[in-house]
Each structure stands twice: as C-alpha cells, then as structure tokens.
C-alpha cells in the first residue's frame, strides 16, 4: 500500500493506521531537514514493529523527481517481499 507522509504528518501513525502485508510510506521533497530525518529514521524501527507479517519501506523523493520513477520505485518495494526497513531515493534526473 502506497501511503504519502503529507507535512506536518505522523510518519508512525500514517504506517501503522493502514493496512495490507506493504506499506511504502513516500516522503515529499517538501518536508523539513528535522521532519525528512524523523520520517527516514522512523523506518527501520517501523519495520521491526510490523515484522514478520507486514513490510515498511519508504521513497524519498528529491525537487524535481519524475512521478514514473516514483512508481517504479513504489511497484519495485510491492513486489519485493524480502524487502523491508529500506529507504530509496529518487534524484532529478539528468538530462
């Protein structure tokens, strides 16, 4: 399940509210320095309280990051059932 920490949001409320056996929390660009580093250590602790029955990943996204890489990212950690506790960071891509 795709969940989007909205600012100002509760990253551990946001994961352990919803629902299904994956939660890929994707977390804006838009965020704070404090905000983006509790949201990306939140992770790995949220992670372990889900294990074994549900995995918690996270994108980060950067300015700029295209929405097809977004998804892509999001569909690689649905599909990834040995993956948990992990943080992708999408970039602006290059041109």
């Given amino acids: 399940m795709r ?10 409320a946001l994961v ?9 929390v994707v977390i804006p660009a838009t965020l704070d320095a404090l905000a ?4 990306r250590a939140a992770i ?9 029955a549900t995995r918690v990943n996270a994108v ?3 300015e700029g990051a295209h929405a097809a890489d977004v998804d892509a990212a999001v569909a ?8 948990t506790g ?3 960071e ?5 041109r």
Avoid: K, N, Y
């Fill in 3 to 12: 969940l989007t920490l909205e600012p100002g949001g509760d990253v551990a």
């Fill in 16 to 24: 352990r509210g919803a629902t299904g056996d994956s939660r890929v």
């Fill in 36 to 39: 983006m580093a509790q949201a």
């Fill in 44 to 52: 790995g602790p949220l992670a372990i309280e889900s294990a074994p």
């Fill in 60 to 62: 980060v996204l950067a």
């Fill in 76 to 83: 690689f950690l649905e599909q990834a059932r040995s993956t």
């Fill in 86 to 88: 992990q943080v992708i």
């Fill in 90 to 94: 999408i970039h602006q891509r290059r």
